[in-house]
Each structure stands twice: as C-alpha cells, then as structure tokens.
T-cell receptor, first 112, second 113 residues
C-alpha cells in the first residue's frame, strides 16, 4: 500500500517563485528521501533526512521532517524552468517486509 | 564506484511481444528492487531480491512478469507478452543494506504500441 501522500499533486508557478510540496506517511520511518523525475527519465536523488533530523538544506532545497505529524515538506527556492519535474518522497519504514514506499508524486511546472 | 545501470534506456515494442529489461546493481549490493511508474502515475513497488532470492514479490502485477537474479548479481525483468498498459518507466535500485544507501538506476522507458 502507498505510504506517502503528497499534497498538492500539481503545482504551477512562475520562475523565481518558491515551490512547496508535502508528504504524509502512516508508519514510523528510519528516513525519508525526496526524488525528482524529469519527463519520464530516471529518478534523481535530491536529499535524505533521517528520523532524528528536523530540517536539512541542500542548495536551493529545504526539507523538513515532523515525525509527530508524520509529514515532510520539500521547499524549492527561487525556482527555475529546469525544476519542472515530478517530485516523489520515498519513506523507509521501520517495519514490514517491503520497507520502501513512494508517495504519489507532485508535478511541478515552472513557467519561464 | 559505478552506479546502478539499466538497459535498455528505452524500448518500443508491439503488443504481444516480449521484452527483457536488465539491471546491474552496484557491486556488493545484496538488495535489488524493481519499481515502475505507469502512465505518469505513482511509482509502485514490484519486487525485492536479497542476493538471488525473492524477498518480496507482492508488487508483481501478473504472471506476464518474470524477474530473475541468477547468481545474485544482475537482474532481469521479462514481460511476456507485453500489453499496452505495461508502458511506463521501470526503475531498479540497489542497496547494501535495507535501511540506507539506495541507489536508483536511470530507468528503462518501455513503450508498448
């Protein structure tokens, strides 16, 4: 079953604006990762945040993790046209045979 | 180190034909996973190998899909016969252990016409 759910699922913004995506999950996790997929191509790993971390930065990316609310957010600052892609969260659950679960994904379109 | 390699990067086949996708994990990674994203929807788990054994194949959609990992090295995913709804991007990932260090391949884009 799908663990993560992102809200909103489609986002259209102007270049230079910030884009925020959220991911909710249901069971306890070891870590959570965000990935990007461009136009049906491969998955690109963006950032990993561990369950004992609350916030992490990488370039224009900022990820937060709230384990009490079982949610994470991905913020892309100063968006660029090249940021147009689908963004997925991947949770690594503590229990279960299949411990990895992708969320449904957010389609982000950055308008030049 | 070399990353996870998937071959081919893109395959176009006719309905009813057979296609075999290949994944070469990072050397030494016992865990190998297959996922797919169909029709721009969510990414779904297909199966998980630990070495040559199928740890979890609960995500395999039907018996037209056959995954193997002989010798615990590379893995193949065969679709026979392919149907239109099989079109999508198939991802492979490997990890040394289950909790951390997943590396995904660049995916194989399968188009069934």
């Amino acid at each position: 079953s799908q663990q993560g759910e992102e809200d909103p699922q489609a986002l259209s913004i102007q270049e230079g604006e910030n884009a925020t995506m959220n991911c909710s999950y249901k069971t306890s996790i070891n870590n959570l990762q965000w990935y990007r997929q461009n136009s049906g191509r491969g998955l690109v790993h963006l950032i990993l945040i561990r369950s004992n971390e609350r916030e992490k930065h990488s370039g224009r990316l900022r990820v937060t993790l709230d384990t009490s609310k079982k949610s994470s957010s991905l913020l892309i600052t100063a968006s660029r046209a090249a940021d147009t892609a689908s963004y997925f969260c991947l949770t690594n659950m503590m229990t279960g045979n299949n411990r990895l679960a992708f969320g449904k994904g957010n389609q982000v379109v950055v308008i030049p | 180190e070399a990353g996870v390699t998937q071959f081919p990067s893109h395959s176009v086949i006719e309905k009813g034909q057979t296609v075999t996708l290949r994944c070469d994990p990072i050397s030494g990674h016992d865990n190998l996973y297959w996922y797919r994203r169909v029709m721009g929807k969510e990414i779904k788990f297909l199966l998980h190998f630990v070495k040559e054994s199928k740890q979890d194949e609960s995500g395999m959609p039907n018996n037209r899909f056959l995954a193997e990992r002989t010798g615990g090295t590379y893995s193949t995913l065969k679709v026979q016969p392919a149907e239109l709804e099989d079109s999508g991007v198939y991802f492979c990932a490997s990890s040394h252990q289950q909790n951390y260090g997943y590396t995904f391949g660049s995916g194989t884009r399968l188009t069934v016409v």
